[in-house]
Every structure is written in C-alpha cells, then in structure tokens.
C-alpha cells in the first residue's frame, strides 16, 4: 500500500497516519505538510507547498492506491485572508487532482470536507438532499473541492470520496484560527487545569464527530468500493448534536463540578456570527447505510479523548 | 452606464449587446471575447483572453456598473477537451471576478449559468431546492462558478447574480460543439431549406427558453435590486418543456408540412449520453416571483425567432 496524506503534519492527519500503520506495518505512508509537529515512527514526512506543482510532484507520483486530502486553511484563517484560502483549498485541490490525473493508474482520493458546506437559512434539521449555501469562503472552497471531485471522478481520472466533517472535538494542542475551535477548547483546557473563555453562548448548538471516529470514517471511505458511492462522491457524516451547555455537563460528569467551572464565558461577536451559520442537527440515512459512525454521546467523546491522548486530568 | 460584455462576440452576447445600445444610446458597451463575427452598432469589441488576467484588465478596469459574463466553452467542447474547459470556464471566471474585486467600486456580475448544472438521478421535476449534480465538466464549472460568484459577493466584492439559462432556442447561425445544438438545428435548418438529421429520438423532453427571453433576463438580472437576490445569489430561470416530436409538431404548424419533413433522425449515442442527463421538468416559483418570464408556447418561440432574425421562411 502506498499512501499520500496532505496536511499529515496537523492533527487529524497524524492521528489518521499513525492508524494506518498500526493496522498495516508494510503500508509506505507519505504525509505531506508546510510544517510538522511530532514524528509519526512508520512515516515519511516531506514539506512542501500543497498549491505548488513542483513541491506536490515530489511525493504525488509512481504507483499511489490512495491519497488522504486534508490540507486546509481552517475556517477563520481563510476568511481573515481570502487569497491565502483560494490558494490553498481552492487551487491546492485542483493541484493535487491534476497531480493526481498524470500517475500511472487513478487513485482513490478521499477528500476532507466540511459541514461549513452548509449554512445561512436552513432548515431545523439537514439531511442528504440539502443543497450546500456555504456562508465563508472555507465553506465556499470545500464545497468547489467536491464538485471537483466528482468530475475528476466521472472522467475516471481519480476514485474520489468526499467526506463533509462535523466539527472535531475534542481536538488537542493550542486552539488554532477555525472558527470552531472553541468547541474542543471548552473541554480541553478546563481538563489542563486552564480557564477557558467560551466565546459562545451556553445554547449555542454544534455538529460533532470524535477524532477517533473521524480517523475510522476516513480509513472506511478508502475501503468502500467506488459503486457504494453517489455519482457526487460525497456524505455527510453521522454525528451527534450537543449544546455547549451540554458538553459542560458531560465534561462535570466526568471529570467533576471543579473541572467544569473553570469554563466561563466571554462572548465574541466575529466568532459567534460564523458559528451562527452553521447547521446543528442532521439526518444521515445514506452514510450510516454506508457504514459510517457517529459517537455515542458526549460523555463517551471526552473519555475516548482522555484515553486516545493519555489526558492526566487536572482535577 | 459602463457595461462589459464578456462572450460579447457570441450569439448570446451579441444579441445582449444589440438590446442595450437599443435601451441606452448614451451607455459605454465592451464586448471581450476570443472572436468576433458581425459587428454591432454603438459597441466596442475587443478581441482577448478570459483566462488571462493581463488581457482581461484591458477591459475591465475604471467604474464599470454591470459585467454580463456569458463567455464560456461550450458543453459539448468541455467534455472533450477537458483542460480547455477548466482554463476557460473556471480559470476565466476567477480571472474575471478577481478583476472585479480590484475595481475602484463592486460591479453587478450578471453570470450565464446552465441547466447543465443538473443531471443525473433526478427527481421527475426540478424546483429551487434541488442540489446541483451535473454530469458533465461544463455542468461542473458552472455550477463552481456560481459558487464563486456568491462567494465574492458575499464578502462585497462584487454584486453578483448567476441565472441557470435553460436550452436555448432557436439559435441562430450555424450548429456548435454544444450538445445542445440539435435542439435548435431542428426548428433552424428545415426553416432555411436544409435537410437536418436529429441526434436523438423523438421523444427526447428539453427545458427551453428562446433568445428574445434570455436577453430579457439577463437584463432583467442587472436591474434587480441585490436585495431581491437569495445568499446563493442563483435562480433557475422559467422555460417550457417541449419534447423534439411537440417542437417538429410547432414548426409544421408555424412553417408547413414540408418544411418539418425536412426533419429525419439519426441516433448519436454521445450526444443521447449527455442530453439523456439533463433535466425536463421544473417548477421555477421563485424565478416567477422575481419577474422572469418564459415564452408562450412552442409555437411563439418560433414565431419570434422568425420575426427577429428575419429569416426567410424556405416553404
């Protein structure tokens, strides 16, 4: 097996290359990054530029069953900097599938999208047939990504799937620039022993697939056969919804009333007006069909978190 | 009133064009395209490259109020000529509105999207909540361009409107590389006296909409307020759904017997695969609500054909 993943160096592409090899010792693994964190033992890492031809062609060549497409410019970043986020979700994409297009045979691309897809005046609850109407430009550039995708796929040029995430709590490491990233941080930090300040509000509702399960859902989308996919290529998810009210209370039930309080909150009005626009609740029948799995429950996430990222919490 | 065509040399275009110097004798109209055939009185035509920003800034540049950007390859040369059709029709879109963005105030974008961006496994009549899935490259770039287009006006960049143009008939001049081309050839070559073989059968359903109609609309697009226009800045526009047998039948009673009986068929399986893609059947209430109207009836397309390109009539 030889396997490419794009943005190996963030959170969920070591985590996804770090369950490749542990399932497939004698998998050739490249992830390919503008930066790396910790080495991933089993993988090569190579820094490079996603939106440059030459760079990609460095490890998008020879004979590649499959690429993970991860990198991205988060949320925030890409509306913060318009030209930063076409370059690279936009024409990176379009980079990696002409890459892609020139190998020897066409390889499966299983492509990260996002639930931002969707946004503005939805209806109570999605489902397979709602039309993405993106309301940031990150959200804009994955939803072109797919249609890519797809059409690279129609023409046999690529065996492309497209996945659209829920937001991934509970992230680790710093908050970043995604919009979202309050999400994880309201269960993250408290568990540190750091005060956090929740820029939403208690009712704010969110979307939410667990690293783990994001990891299986990529490893599952490469594993389906290309017939199990819609000529779109693309899913939503499965997911769970949770208020932040809510994940503070799973967060007291597992970690206690003391942890929990260490979550305050602070409105910001830039954050809020993105979230806002997100959607909250969905029906999935197609990718559970498919196999694809939500979490649990909160509480369940926080602890499949404390024990993935061996969590000393800070009682 | 400053106005830029773009695909000004085409059939559309020109037409366009025609309308607007006959509306406003005092308006500034560029028409940008690859090529040009008869001139038109009171525009001025420069010959460029849409996927070339230096080229393109020739003309777009100063206080421009309304960009017309009806460029494009067309649906049958996309498919076979895959990269032309990424470079112009998603490059040049790009291209155009990262030109746009650089003008000393927003211009009103009117952008000529397709039907096209429908296909596939559809429902038996299409309404303003389908989900794009084309199934052809060209249905796929435009539908990315529309993406674009709402992207960039969302963050006031442009003032953008992109109109889903329905079949257009009854082009005049010779057939092109659009699969569509029969639709028209039908009703046009029979009418001048030339014998026309049909590449798809009899009861082969089209949604159309003739050229007097879409230049309307077109027009009709610039004038509306942006507050008229849903976030996704896109409206699937009115047609009729006529299927070849009832428009032969149309033409028999505009023209004669004998004209129609110009008229044999001949099957082509390439042209039957993409035509066999596209939708019939919609209902466009929101179009309506937005005063966009489709012709009559069959027979008026005709008629009006006839009456504008003051054709002949060869009984």
Redesign the interface.
Known sequence: MNIVITGGGGFLGSRLARKLVSKDKNAYITLFDAAFGAEVPGARAVKGDIADPASLGEVVKGEIDTVFHLAAVVSGAAEAD?DLGMRVNLEGTKNLLERCRKLPRPPKVVFSSSVAAFG??LPPELDD???????T?YG?QK??GE??I??YS??GYIDGRSLRLPTIVVRAGRPNAAASSFASAIIREPLNGVPLECPVGPQTGIWLLSPRRVVDAFIHAAELPASAW???RVVNLPGITATVDEMLKALERVAGEKVKARVSFKPDARIEAIVRTWPVRFRTPRALAMGFKPDADAQTLIRDYIEDENIKVKA
């Not at 047939?129 to 309301?135: E, K």
């Open positions: 318009f503005g005046d047939s709602t039309t993405p109407t993106p309301q430009s804009t939803v072109m249609y890519l797809a059409d129609r023409k819609p000529s779109a």
